[in-house]
């Protein structure tokens, strides 16, 4: 069916949201100001072992803050969530983050 979501989509989609939710819940731990998260992912499906599956995911956060000086801080949290993510360390394959963090100037908070 075309424009149907796969399970394939379905499993993309809960890494994604695995990864957003760590990153919010430490973000809220450390009383970090997030303005905005979005991500995106790029699964690669290979034959292997005669099965396809996973062999690589790339996942592309985008984190919005609100003030350059915060961006240190933003970016420690990316590193910890990548280290503390469960459903991006429950996969087996290869996980290629590519994280963003964007200060939004006029942001409304």
Avoid: R
């Avoid at 995106?40 to 072992?49: D, K, P, R, T, V």
Wanted: charged share 15%.
């Amino acid at each position: 069916m075309p424009g149907a979501w796969t399970a394939e989509h379905l499993f993309l989609g809960a890494v994604i949201s695995g990864f957003m939710a760590a990153y919010l819940a430490i973000a809220e731990k450390k009383a970090f100001p997030v303005i905005n998260i979005t991500c995106s992912a790029i699964g690669q499906i290979n034959l292997y072992e005669s099965h396809l599956e996973f062999t690589c995911i790339n996942l592309y956060p985008k984190i919005y803050i609100e003030k350059d000086d915060d961006i240190a801080i933003a970016n420690e949290i990316l590193l910890s969530t990548y280290k503390h993510s469960i459903a991006a360390n429950s996969v087996k394959a290869l996980l290629v983050n590519h994280g963003e963090v964007l200060v939004e100037k006029n942001a409304v908070v």
